[in-house]
Every structure is written in C-alpha cells, then in structure tokens.
C-alpha cells in the first residue's frame, strides 16, 4: 500500500508497504513515518491520504481512506498550512476560516443530502525535522464526492444549453435557501465549488468563507471579511461591506452565465458603462431566465431578489409563462429589460418546482453507446438465429430495444456496457467450449459485430454532424 505524506516540504512525500497490503496489519497497525521527513502518515490513527486533490495558500487537500470503516470508505483530508510569512492577524483569521468549515460542515452536512458531512477536525503536532521545533497541522475531514465539478464539466463539454442551466439554478437554490435559513452565507460560489457526482446530483462544496449572520439585513453588522472570487463576488464583498443571501445569490448569477457562455464574468462586465453586457454571447435563452438573471445581477444587493426561494417562485413562474407565450415573444430582444419591485412579503417554498432536464449525451458517450448496441446487436441477433432461427432475429430485436431504452434512461452507464459486452462474449465462448459452435463461427460473429458496431458509430456520426450543421443554420 502507498501513503502520501501530507508535510508541505517533504521531498519524497510517496511511502511504500507492502506489509499493510494484510488487511489485517493494515487494521491493527499503530501508526507508520515517512522515509524521507518522519512524518506521521495514519492521520488521527485511521485516515491513510493517498493522492494529493489539489494545493493553495492556506493548504492542501487529499484523496483518503478511512482504514476503520469495513469498505475503507473514501473521504478528502483538508490540510491547514498557510505559505508564505503571514502575519499574526492574518494567520489568526485564516486559522479561525478553517475551523469555521468544521463547524459549519459539522452543522449542515448531516442535514442536508448535498452538502459534504464532516467527519473529523484534529490538530497534529510534530517536530521539524531539521530544528526539532514543534510544528503544528490542523486537518478536517469531510465527505468525498465522486464526480467533476462544473469548472471542469464546462472545459470538457463546452457551454451548457438553457436547461442544464436551470438545473444547476434550481438545485443550488435550494441548498443555498437551507444554508439561508440556518443563518449562514457561503460567500463562494462559482462552478469549482459546485460537483456533480456520477448519479447526477449536484452538491455545494467549500464553506472555507462561510460566514455567520447575527444581525438581519439593514441592521448594523460587522464588515465581510475581504474573501471573495474575482468576477463571481458582487460589490458589496469585493467593497469588503456586509453581505447578505442576495450575496451568494448574486455570486450563483454569476456562475450561470459563465456555463451560459463559457467566458468569465469580468469578459461579460461593460467596464465603461458599469452595466453586464451578457445577452450578445449566449445563443439562445427564453425572455424568463434572462430577466431573472438581470435582477440577481444588480449592483445592489436590496435590487435583487431577497432570498432563494423568492429566486426559485420567479424562475418557475417564467418557465410557466414561456409555455403559453408564442414564439415571437420567447425570446427577449430589449438589452435593458424592466425590473419588477422586491416583493414585500416573503415567499412561500411550497409552490411545485420545475421539471429538471434530463441529461444530454456528450458526443463521446453517444460514439460508445451506438458502437456497443451495433457490436452487441450483431452478436445477439447471430447467436439467436442459430439456435432459434427466426424467431432469434425478433427475440434479439427486443433485447436490443430494451438496452437502448435504459442507455436513453441513464440506467446503463459505460460500465454496465462493458460488463454487458463481456459477458456475452465469455458466453459465447463458453458454447464453443461445449460444442455448440466451431472457433470458425465464434470468428465469423466477432467479426461482423466489430462491422456492425463501426458502421453504426458511422451513421450517427454522420447524423450527429447534420443535426450540428443544421442547428447552426436555424
């Protein structure tokens, strides 16, 4: 087994040992150093970091198993370890920011399904290898995510359709409105800190700029703190002035038009005329969204909208206008639209949410899927045919029907597919083993199935390719 050492300056942090391969050692051990520095590597006696997530001022973040639990369940070790010569004030402010993610997660995320749990937050204390100076780490461990976050997706599929934004919209309103109501602003939000896992759901991570509210809005509160992302953050944080939920509500606008458009917010901000010039970069978008989007998106905070569930009553009643509205009027030409009054009365959560969209194939799942169902098609429909006859032909069309439609349905993802394909063929060989067929026939249907499976990526490349032509024509 190989553990990561998590000391920032140690020069060989990867550790080798086989010995902990016995699941049994690996239970009962007391604890393991690093070969190179002497670092204590079983954090907290049970937390074994192996990969390295990412690094920046205040820390590192990694990839864990936690070796007390019977499935060694994954989790993320958050290391705090500032860089660089800070001084007292800002290490005592960046040290109570960490503690705060603790207890905010500690608080949240066993309420809320997307929201990371913690699960541990410990201090680590150890000498200096080089001064034998005592030397201390603060860690927290949280809830590992299996997925991609939007920044990512964003890079690897491109800019997101309407509905795909409105499902980010949607469900990030309703954790925000939780966060909101247990008193808590997150302060961060932009598509690095929002992650979908494999299932589709999406979840709000990094509460490392949370901050507590203990006054309502337009009472006297202490200034924010001056922790904000450029271009994500409205004017009241980057002014260092109080914030409020139309804070992160405006920070999730944001976010929304830069997976709308692919580019930053600061490219889609007229400097000049100190007003967002967004529209003339998105493609298409319906008449409601966007006016939703222009009110989160004014400078200040008492304009926009006052809570998420008052954002959620606006986009719902857009979606529902723009069934019934002709297609003259869906979508809005007017750059300036007219923004309606802040409601004065707060907004119920009880109205019925939209429908979410279902997810879209990239053009890389939509080349494997028709690869597969020519290749697995053609294996079917032969091997059918020869102990069947005819009727193997129509048995083996409805089997193919039934695996496209769970494919169309996301119940079949890429490796259930694979162990699909597998098993038929281990099948097949498994009958030629028995007699059932000669290696020449076994030979014969790989081989037309390979031919199936690339011509039928063919067709639908071809029509993937006019369906784009056309899309761009229209």
Not at 10 to 33: E, G, I, R, W
Request: proline share 7%; net charge neutral.
């Amino acid at each position: 087994m190989e553990i990561l050492c998590t000391r920032p300056e140690c020069t060989n942090p990867l550790n080798s040992f086989p010995d902990l391969d016995d699941p049994a050692k690996l239970k009962t051990v007391q604890q393991k150093y690093c070969t190179s520095c002497g670092m204590p590597l079983i954090l907290a006696g049970r937390y074994l970091p192996s990969k390295l997530l990412g690094k920046g001022g205040f820390g590192a973040a990694f990839l864990a198993k936690d070796r007390f639990t019977p499935t060694m369940r994954s989790c993320v070790v958050k290391q705090f370890q500032p860089e660089g010569n800070l001084n007292a004030e800002t290490l005592a402010l960046a040290q109570q920011l960490f503690e705060r993610e603790a207890i905010t997660l500690e608080e949240l995320g066993s309420k809320h399904p997307q929201i990371p749990q913690l699960y541990a937050f410990f201090p680590l204390v150890v000498n200096q290898p080089r001064s034998q100076k005592e030397e201390q780490f603060f860690y927290l461990v949280q809830e590992f995510i299996d997925g991609e976050d939007l920044e990512t997706e964003l890079q690897r599929k491109g800019v997101f359709i309407e509905s795909e934004v409105i499902e980010v919209l949607h469900e990030i309103l309703l954790v925000l409105q939780f966060i909101h109501d247990h008193n808590c602003i997150h302060r961060d939000i932009k598509p690095s800190n929002i992650m979908r896992d494999k299932q589709g759901r999406l979840y709000l991570l990094d509460f490392g700029a949370v901050k507590q509210v203990t006054a309502n809005p337009g009472n006297p509160q202490r200034a924010s703190t001056g922790i904000y992302s450029i271009g994500f953050a409205p004017p009241e944080q980057m002014q260092g002035s109080t914030v409020y939920p139309a804070t992160d509500l405006y920070a999730l606008a944001t976010t929304c038009l830069n997976l709308l458009t692919g580019k930053a917010p600061e490219e889609l901000y007229d400097s000049y005329h100190n007003c967002w010039n967004w529209r003339p970069h998105v493609n298409k978008i319906s008449d409601g969204l966007a006016q939703v989007l222009d009110r989160l998106l004014l400078a200040k905070p008492s304009d926009r909208y006052q809570s998420a569930a008052e954002v959620l009553q606006a986009l719902h009643s857009s979606q529902s206008s723009s069934v019934t509205a002709s297609p003259k009027t869906a979508i809005q030409t007017n750059p300036n639209p007219p923004i309606p009054k802040p409601s004065s009365n707060p907004v119920s959560p009880s109205f019925p949410p939209p429908v979410v969209p279902q997810k879209n194939f990239s053009t890389v799942q939509l080349i494997f899927n028709a690869g597969f169902t020519g290749f697995e098609g053609a294996l079917l429909i032969l091997l059918l045919r020869k102990f069947l006859a005819a009727p193997g032909t129509i048995i083996g069309c409805m089997i193919i029907g039934c695996l496209v439609y769970l494919q169309y349905r996301h119940i079949l993802d890429t490796k259930d597919l694979l162990i699909i394909g597998f098993l038929t063929i281990l099948s097949m060989v498994i009958l030629m083993f028995f007699g059932f067929f000669s290696s020449t026939s076994l030979t014969f249907i790989l081989i037309s199935g390979i031919g199936a499976g690339a011509g039928l990526i063919a067709v639908t490349s071809l029509f993937k390719l006019i369906y784009q032509l056309l899309s761009s024509l229209l």
